[in-house]
């Protein structure tokens, strides 16, 4: 199984991040962006799923689906990743359209 940031709002692997990284910054700067997402990742899917209990728990719809919208990249992430393989450009077009209320089923 691939080892997904993750799964839900960062569908891409540590090697993918870096690799893309390394289209706009420099080799170094694109390792440490890669293993900062990399660290942040199960915090962040921790975090989701506490909240999504709260808004369950409030009556929330949809809030089991419903992302928490907690990460931080550059702007050339997506577009980079998107260049990197049809793989992970199908999950980028998919992570947009979750990311822009689109929440049917975000699993990759």
């Known amino acids: 199984m691939i080892e997904f940031i993750d799964p839900e709002e960062l569908p891409f692997t ?3 991040i870096f690799r893309a990284g390394c289209a706009f910054l420099p080799e170094e700067t694109a390792r440490l ?3 900062h997402l990399a660290e942040c990742g199960p915090d962040v899917v921790a975090d ?11 009556g ?3 809030a ?9 990249y550059p702007d050339e992430l997506l577009p980079a990743l998107s260049a990197l393989s049809p793989s992970t450009a199908a999950r980028v ?3 947009r ?3 822009d209320g689109d929440h049917p089923d975000p699993a990759v």
């Open 33 to 35: 962006m890669a293993d």
């Open 64 to 72: 089991e689906r419903l992302p928490l919208g907690a990460w931080l």
């Open 93 to 95: 077009a998919r992570l």
């Open 48 to 58: 989701r799923a506490q909240r999504r209990a709260g808004w369950l728990a409030a």
């Open 97 to 99: 359209q979750f990311l």
């Open 14 to 16: 540590t090697d993918e």
């Open 60 to 62: 929330r719809a949809n």
